[in-house]
C-alpha cells in the first residue's frame, strides 16, 4: 500500500437468500486509522468483516484499497492479516513457530524469518516464552502470539474479530491498552469487530456504529458519544436520559424549550424538524442540587428514587413530573445526606445534550 491508500466500502450489501445481513454499507477508512465496528448481535458487523477479509461476497457493491478493485479478490491474494476470536494457534507448534509460519509460506529467507520473529515477539513482549506451545500459554498469551503472528508479515490491514471476548475484565483493560500501542508503534490500519462499547470508546480513532446491516454513525468516539445522530446510537454508547420536549422555538444561539413544563434553554445543533423531538442528556451532563441553578443553567425538580453505589460515583435515579425517571451521577461526598424520597433539582448546562427524534 502507498500512503495515499484508502479502504473504500460503496454500498456494499449481503443477502443470504432473502435474508439481507448488509445493507448498502459505504465507508472510508484512511491508511492507518484504528477503526471499530461496532454494534449488538446481528448488526451485521462480523458479516462485514468476513466480505473486507474475502471469506464472504457482497452481493452488491464495490471494495476498493486505493486505486484497486478488490471486490472479488480471494482471500488468500489480500494482504490483509486476521485476528480471531478463539486465536487458531497452531498447537504442535512453539510460540515461534507461530509467528513464523505465515513468512515461512511466503517464502521469506531463513536469517529474515528468525529476525521477524524476534522482533514481533518483543513487540507483544513475549520473546522469553518462544519455545513454548500455545497450551502451556494464558488466555492472554496467546492472544498475543496470535497479534504477533498477524501481523509479521507486514499486512496493509489487521482485521480483529472480537479477539478479547473470551478474556476477564481485567486482562482485557491490559489487552487494549497494549493493542493500542502497537497500533501506535506500527501505523497499520486496524479495523476491530466487538460488541463492548467501553472497548470501541477506549482504543479507537473512529468508531462505526452498526444496525440491522446499516451504518448508524461514523465518527470520533467523543462525538459519537456527545453528538449522536439517532436515537439509537444514543442509547448503544453509554446510559442517556431521553426528556420529552414539550414545545421548540428557535431562538438567537439555539432554542427554547418546554421540558416536563419548564422553561429551559437549548444551545447545541438544532434539528430540521420542530416536534416529536427529545433532549437527550447523559447522567454525568446533571448536576444534583438543594440550591437554584446558576446563571445560564436549566433545572427541573425531581424527588429521588434510587440510589446506587458505585465506588467513584453514585447513580440517581430521579422521579421528574411530567418527564419519568431521569438518572444522574454524582460523587458519593456530594450526595451526603441525601436519602430516597428526597427532594432534588436537576441542574445542566444550555450546551449540553442533543435534540433527537422522540421515537
Not at 269 to 282: E, F, H
Request: aromatic share 6%; hydrophobic share 40%.
Amino acid at each position: 500500500m502507498t500512503s495515499h491508500d484508502r479502504l473504500l466500502l460503496q454500498g456494499l450489501s449481503k443477502h443470504y437468500g432473502r435474508h439481507q445481513v448488509l445493507r448498502d454499507v459505504s465507508l472510508e477508512i484512511e491508511r492507518g486509522c484504528f477503526l471499530t465496528l461496532l454494534g449488538p448481535s446481528g448488526s451485521g458487523k462480523t458479516t462485514l468483516l468476513k466480505v473486507l477479509a474475502g471469506f464472504e461476497r457482497c452481493s452488491a457493491g464495490r471494495l476498493l484499497l486505493g486505486a484497486t478493485d478488490i471486490t472479488r479478490l480471494p482471500a488468500e491474494r489480500r494482504t490483509f492479516g486476521l485476528v480471531f476470536q478463539g486465536y487458531a494457534l497452531f498447537p504442535h507448534m512453539t510460540v515461534a513457530g507461530n509467528v513464523a509460519f505465515p513468512l515461512k509460506v511466503r517464502r521469506w529467507s531463513r536469517q529474515r524469518i528468525k529476525d521477524r520473529v524476534q522482533e514481533m515477539l518483543d513487540m507483544v513482549q513475549l520473546g522469553h516464552l518462544a519455545q513454548r506451545r500455545p497450551a502451556e500459554l494464558s488466555g492472554g498469551q496467546q492472544q498475543r502470539v496470535a497479534l504477533a503472528r498477524a501481523l509479521a508479515f507486514e499486512p496493509d490491514l489487521l482485521l480483529l474479530d472480537e479477539p478479547m471476548s473470551a478474556l476477564d475484565r481485567k486482562l482485557r483493560g491490559d489487552l487494549q491498552t497494549e493493542l493500542r500501542r502497537i497500533h501506535r508503534q506500527l501505523g497499520t490500519t486496524f479495523i476491530y469487530v466487538t460488541h463492548d462499547q467501553d472497548e470501541a470508546m477506549t482504543m479507537s480513532d473512529r468508531v462505526a456504529v452498526m444496525d440491522h446491516g446499516q451504518l448508524m454513525q461514523v465518527g470520533a468516539p467523543d462525538d459519537l458519544y456527545e453528538r449522536p445522530d439517532n436515537r439509537f446510537v444514543a442509547s448503544f454508547l453509554g446510559r442517556s436520559n431521553f426528556l420529552p420536549v414539550e414545545r421548540m422555538r428557535r431562538a438567537e444561539g439555539g432554542a427554547e424549550l418546554e421540558i416536563g413544563g419548564a422553561a429551559c434553554r437549548f444551545a447545541g445543533p438544532l434539528p430540521d424538524r420542530q416536534d416529536g423531538l427529545a433532549l437527550m442528556l447523559r447522567p454525568e451532563n446533571l448536576v444534583l442540587a438543594a440550591e437554584p441553578p446558576a446563571p445560564g443553567w436549566n433545572e427541573l425538580p425531581g424527588r429521588v428514587l434510587v440510589r446506587t453505589y458505585f465506588g467513584d460515583r453514585t447513580l440517581c435515579e430521579v422521579e421528574v413530573p411530567g418527564v419519568g425517571p431521569v438518572s444522574a451521577y454524582a460523587p458519593p461526598r456530594a450526595l451526603a445526606g441525601l436519602a430516597e424520597g428526597d427532594p432534588v433539582r436537576l441542574h445542566w448546562r444550555a450546551e449540553d445534550g442533543a435534540l433527537l427524534p422522540a421515537t
